[in-house]
C-alpha cells in the first residue's frame, strides 16, 4: 500500500515536470544549452535522487536530544555520529528498493536519456559523494540541537535556500552571469547539481576529475566541521531531566 | 586496588538565567547573566571490586550527576575520577565497554523489535564472541524466565518484563561494573523481589561492582552492606548499613496492648508517643534505657496481651536525616 502511493504520487510529480518543462520550453524559455529532451531527464533523475537524500538519518540527533534518549548511545562503545550514518545508510537502502517501481513508472511516462556506461558510472560516483555531503550538511544542521534543542526554523531556511540551489528543481545553469557562477562555488550544488549535470552530459568526461575533486573539498570540510561540532556539542551534553 | 575512585569530584551547571514572563522570554536571549548550579560537591569515594553499594539521595541530591560522569557523558567540572584504570570521559568507548547500565525510567532495547533482537545488535555493538553471548543468553532467560516474551516486540512488553530484557542487555557482554539506577520503580511486589533476587546473584556469583541507586530502601535493606548517602552534591554518610541503623537508630517503640480499657498510660524512662485506650506506643533510647527493665515495669503496672518492640527502619532513618539533615549522632553512640 505505501509502496503504490508513493509511486502513484511519484508518476504524479514526473508527469507534472514533464508538462511543466514542455511548457516553458514552447515559451522559448529553454536554457541555450539544454535540449528538452534532457531537460526533463535532469528534472526525472533529480525527483528520483531525492527519494534517497531526503531521507535524513541524523534526525536522530535531534530527536534523541530533546528525550534524552542520547544517553543509553553514548553508553555503549560505539562511534555515535557512525551510528548515526549507518542508521542513515539503512533508512537509504529501504528508500532505494523503494525508488526501483518508481524508476520503472517513470519510464513509461516519460523518455529519459540513457547515457554511456562509464557516465553513469562518474554519475553514480558523484551521487556517492553529493550523498555524504549532503548526510553533513544534515548532521550539521540537526547538530544545533545540541544548544537550541529546537532546530526547526534553521533547518527550513536551509531547505529552502539548498532546494533553490542546490540545482534539485532548477539547473544551476540557468542562473545568469554573476549569480551563476556563485552558485556554483557553493556547497549545495555538490549534492544534486554536480551528479546531475554529469549525467546529462553538461560537465564534459574531461571534467569529470575537477568535479569530483570539488564534491571532496566540500565533503571534508563539513566532514572537519562536523567533528568539531559534535566534540563541542558533546561535551556539553546536559541530559534533559534525568 | 579500588575499582572504582573519585577524589574531590565536583560538577557544575550553567545555565542562562531566565527572566519570568512573555517580555522576559525576549529579554532571556540576550541576557548575559549565568545562574550557576553545583550539583555534585567534592565527592570522595572509593569502591573495591565486588561490592554492592547503595547510593541514595532525595531528588536532586546529585546521584544521576555522578553516574553520569562515572559513564563518561558527563564531563566533571573538576576532580579527578577512576573507574576500572580508566577515565570515564577521556576514554568513553574503552570505558563503556567495562560497565553496563540499567534505567528504570529509560529503556536502552529496541523499541520496535523484538526482545532477542535487540540482544543480537547488542553483540554485535560489544563483539561478544558467540559461545560467550550463548551462555551468557541462556543463564538469563532462565534466571529471569524471559523464554515466554523473547520474541515480543518490546514496546508490547509489560514493565515488569521490560525490566528483566534491560537487565540482560545490560550484562551480555560481561560488565565489571554495573550502575543500577532505580531498577525497581514502578514494579508490583513479585517482580521486585525477582529483579533484587538476580542483583544479589549477579554480585555474588560473577563478582560484578554493583552502584544501586534507589528510593526504594527495602532494595538497600535487602542487597547492600555499604551505603553512601549523598545530599546537596556531598556525601553525607558512607559506610554499613549496620551503622547507619546504630548511629542513627538509637529509640526504640514499645507497643503494649492491654487487657482492658487503661487511661493515661505511663512507664518511667519512656514517652507516651500514642494511645487509644487499649494499646500505646511508647518511645525511648535505648542507650539510655534498657528495654528488659522497661517490659517488666509495663507488666508490674498493667495486665498486658501483648508487648512488641519496634526497630526503626531504615526507611524512618532516611527519611530523619532527609528533613533535619545529617549531623553526627549525640554522645550517647559512643
Redesign the interface.
Known amino acids: 500500500m505505501e509502496v503504490a502511493t508513493e509511486v502513484g504520487s511519484l508518476v504524479l510529480r514526473v508527469y507534472l515536470l514533464r508538462s511543466l518543462w514542455t511548457a516553458l520550453y514552447t515559451q522559448n524559455l529553454a536554457p541555450l544549452n539544454l535540449p528538452l529532451h534532457s531537460m526533463i531527464t535532469y528534472a526525472t533523475v533529480a525527483l528520483l535522487m531525492s527519494l534517497i537524500l531526503e531521507v535524513d538519518g541524523t534526525r536522530l540527533i535531534r530527536e534523541k536530544l530533546r528525550e534524552?534518549?542520547i544517553?543509553?548511545d553514548?553508553?555503549?562503545?560505539?562511534?555515535v555520529p557512525f551510528y548515526f550514518f549507518s542508521d542513515g545508510i539503512g533508512q537509504t537502502g529501504l528508500h532505494a528498493v523503494l525508488v526501483i517501481p518508481s524508476l520503472l513508472f517513470s519510464l513509461l511516462l516519460v523518455r529519459i536519456d540513457v547515457p554511456r556506461p562509464e557516465v553513469i558510472g562518474a554519475f553514480l560516483l558523484s551521487f556517492a559523494l553529493g550523498y555524504c555531503v549532503n548526510f553533513f550538511l544534515n548532521f550539521l544542521m540537526n547538530s544545533i540541537a545540541f544548544w537550541t534543542l529546537e532546530t526547526f526554523a534553521i533547518q527550513l531556511i536551509v531547505r529552502w535556500v539548498s532546494d533553490l540551489l542546490s540545482g534539485q528543481v532548477i539547473p544551476l545553469t540557468l542562473f545568469p552571469g554573476l549569480l551563476g557562477r556563485l552558485v556554483f562555488a557553493l556547497p549545495f550544488a555538490a549534492i544534486y547539481s554536480t551528479p546531475l549535470l554529469i549525467y546529462v552530459g553538461v560537465i564534459a568526461p574531461a571534467q569529470w576529475a575537477g568535479a569530483f575533486a570539488m564534491q571532496i573539498v566540500w565533503l571534508t570540510l563539513f566532514a572537519g566541521l562536523s567533528t568539531l561540532v559534535w566534540r563541542a556539542g558533546s561535551?556539553r551534553?546536559?541530559?534533559q531531566g534525568? | 586496588m579500588p575499582i572504582i575512585r573519585t577524589r574531590d569530584l565536583r560538577k557544575v551547571?550553567r545555565s542562562v538565567k531566565r527572566v519570568p514572563g512573555a517580555l522576559g522570554a525576549l529579554r532571556t536571549l540576550f541576557s548575559r547573566a549565568y545562574e550557576e548550579k553545583v550539583a555534585v560537591d567534592g565527592v570522595t569515594m572509593s569502591l573495591e571490586a565486588g561490592e554492592l553499594v547503595g547510593y541514595i539521595g532525595p531528588n536532586g541530591a546529585g546521584k544521576?550527576t555522578t553516574i553520569?560522569m562515572l559513564?563518561?557523558?558527563?564531563?566533571p567540572t573538576s576532580g579527578e575520577i577512576e573507574v576500572a584504570g580508566i577515565v570515564p570521559h577521556e576514554a568513553?568507548?574503552?570505558n563503556?565497554?567495562n560497565?553496563g547500565?540499567v534505567?528504570g525510567?529509560?529503556?536502552?532495547l529496541y523499541w520496535d523489535l523484538p526482545l532477542v533482537e535487540s540482544f543480537e545488535l547488542l553483540r554485535a555493538?560489544?563483539g561478544i564472541p558467540h559461545a560467550q553471548y550463548r551462555r551468557n543468553l541462556d543463564a538469563f532467560v532462565e534466571l529471569l524466565q524471559m523464554d515466554e516474551f523473547l520474541r515480543t516486540p518490546v514496546r508490547q512488553l509489560s514493565l515488569g518484563q521490560r525490566m528483566r530484557g534491560d537487565f540482560a542487555a545490560a550484562m551480555l557482554h560481561d560488565p565489571k561494573i554495573i550502575y543500577l539506577d532505580e531498577p525497581t520503580i514502578g514494579l508490583d511486589v513479585v517482580a521486585k523481589e525477582a529483579i533484587r533476587e538476580f542483583i544479589a546473584r549477579i554480585n555474588a556469583e560473577r563478582g560484578t561492582t554493583i552502584i544501586l541507586t534507589t528510593h526504594d530502601l527495602a532494595d538497600v535493606e535487602r542487597l547492600c552492606r555499604r551505603i553512601v548517602l549523598i545530599d546537596h552534591g556531598h556525601i553525607v554518610f558512607d559506610g554499613d548499613v549496620e551503622r547507619l541503623k546504630n548511629e542513627y537508630g538509637q529509640h526504640r517503640t514499645l507497643v503494649l496492648a492491654f487487657d482492658g480499657a487503661v487511661e493515661h498510660p505511663h512507664l518511667d524512662g519512656a514517652e507516651l508517643e500514642a494511645s487509644d485506650g487499649v494499646t500505646a506506643r511508647f518511645r525511648f533510647n535505648r542507650m539510655q534505657q534498657r528495654a528488659d527493665l522497661l517490659i517488666r515495669q509495663a507488666s508490674e503496672r498493667y495486665s498486658l496481651m501483648d508487648v512488641t518492640l519496634e526497630e526503626p527502619d531504615l526507611e524512618s532513618i532516611i527519611r530523619r536525616i532527609y528533613v533535619e539533615g545529617y549531623a553526627q549522632p549525640e554522645e550517647a553512640s559512643r
Open positions: 534524552g534518549t544517553a543509553t553514548l553508553m555503549k562503545p560505539i562511534s561535551r551534553v546536559v541530559i534525568g | 551547571f544521576s553520569k559513564t563518561g557523558i558527563l564531563v568513553r568507548q574503552a563503556a565497554r560497565i547500565v534505567f525510567q529509560r529503556s536502552q555493538i560489544y
